[in-house]
């Protein structure tokens, strides 16, 4: 009888003092797990992202076509991917097809397709430039639903456009 008091005690001590530190053990451990970064959720679009944005619907109006949705996922990665062609010092598609992969997993979109520049000055300069170009232009009157837009300088102040495309 005195082994199975002892035991019970020992059970109900060991409960007590485990109980009441993992408690805060856990809190601490949720709190740092928290701290894992994220991806960025929100875009702000400045004076001629907003042109384009416009244009390009006008244009599609124009030749019969539905608006394009604007979507800020897409945004964020154009703004991402202009980030890399400064960095680059060059105008490309590179990385299109992990681009493209990310963007219909993270959207359901079933197409995704691009326009890049560089150098213009105007919404309505860049735009026209994709028109005249049979690829750009296919792309901004292709059976797309959303897109989204970044314009980013480098330090000489050159722009560099990204015009992401995705059909849902």
């Not at 608006?67 to 991917?81: G, M, Q, R, Y």
């Not at 680059?88 to 079933?110: C, K, L, P, Q």
Request: charged share 25%.
């Amino acid at each position: 009888m005195k082994n199975i008091t002892t035991v019970g005690l020992f059970l109900l001590a060991c409960t007590f003092f485990l109980t009441s530190c993992s408690k805060e053990s856990i809190d601490e451990q949720v709190t740092s797990y928290d701290q894992v970064a994220t991806r960025a959720t929100d875009y702000n679009y400045d004076l001629i992202e907003v042109q384009i944005l416009e244009e390009i619907n006008i244009y599609r109006k124009a030749n019969g076509l539905a608006d394009l949705k604007p979507l800020k996922e897409l945004s964020i990665e154009a703004e991402d991917h202009n980030f890399y062609m400064i960095d680059e010092g060059v105008v490309s598609h590179d990385n299109f097809s992990f681009r493209a992969s990310y963007i219909m997993n993270a959207t359901g979109a079933r197409e995704v397709s691009e326009n890049v520049a560089y150098g213009y000055r105007t919404a309505d300069a860049v735009v026209k430039a994709w028109l005249k170009s049979k690829e750009h232009k296919q792309n901004i009157e292709d059976s797309h639903t959303h897109f989204g837009i970044s314009v980013r300088q480098d330090a000489e102040g050159k722009n560099y456009f990204t015009n992401i495309f995705i059909k849902k």
